[in-house]
């Protein structure tokens, strides 16, 4: 595989996208700042995940780094949360779908540009290398331009217990 993962699994959608996200997707490895909020489900089985995907503690505005490491095998995204807290995920191409590795959790995604604006929609899951019913998940993810910044939203909800995690944030792009 070549260092080029979100313009091989977009193909002719990726110069769809906002100049901004091209930038960040273009298959160059990158270091990004900005802020964060993150809100957590309080269930217990919503902690439970949390705990196991490794993902940060509920903040409001804390700051955020993300570094992008561009391999010929995909992206390695490790996002740091508040200066304290790592979330590392795996990202590559399998068909025409984006595989993220979280922990335990890998999720294939379908990925689509509207308006150039990058819409990432679930269209598998597996925990520990079983496959999940999608119909449990609701995972979604939309990364738009906002203010010269990439803004992401990123949010998962257990269909039945509620929230997992909702974060959402501003990264400083410039190219």
């Not at 313009?7 to 110069?15: D, I, N, T």
């Not at 790592?86 to 922990?103: A, I, N, R």
């Amino acid at each position: 595989m070549t260092a080029t993962l979100f313009p091989s699994v977009l193909g002719a959608q990726f110069v769809a996208l906002d100049p901004c996200l091209r930038w960040v997707h273009s298959g160059d490895s990158r270091r990004l700042q900005g802020s964060v909020t993150v809100e957590r489900g309080g269930g217990v089985v919503a902690r439970m995940l949390g705990v196991l995907a490794s993902l940060p503690a509920a903040m409001w505005n804390a700051p955020i780094e993300v570094r992008i490491e561009v391999s010929r095998t995909g992206e390695k995204w490790v996002r740091l949360f508040a200066g304290h807290h790592w979330m590392v995920s795996t990202l590559k191409k399998d068909g025409d779908l984006l595989v993220e590795q979280l922990g335990p959790a890998t999720l294939k995604f379908r990925l689509a540009v509207r308006g150039g604006t990058l819409e990432w929609v679930l269209e598998h899951i597996a925990a520990f290398g079983i496959a999940l019913p999608l119909k449990w998940f609701r995972i979604a993810a939309t990364i738009k331009a906002r203010d010269g910044c990439y803004h992401f939203v990123v949010d998962s909800e257990l269909i039945g217990v509620g929230r997992i995690v909702r974060y959402e944030g501003l990264l400083d792009a410039a190219a």
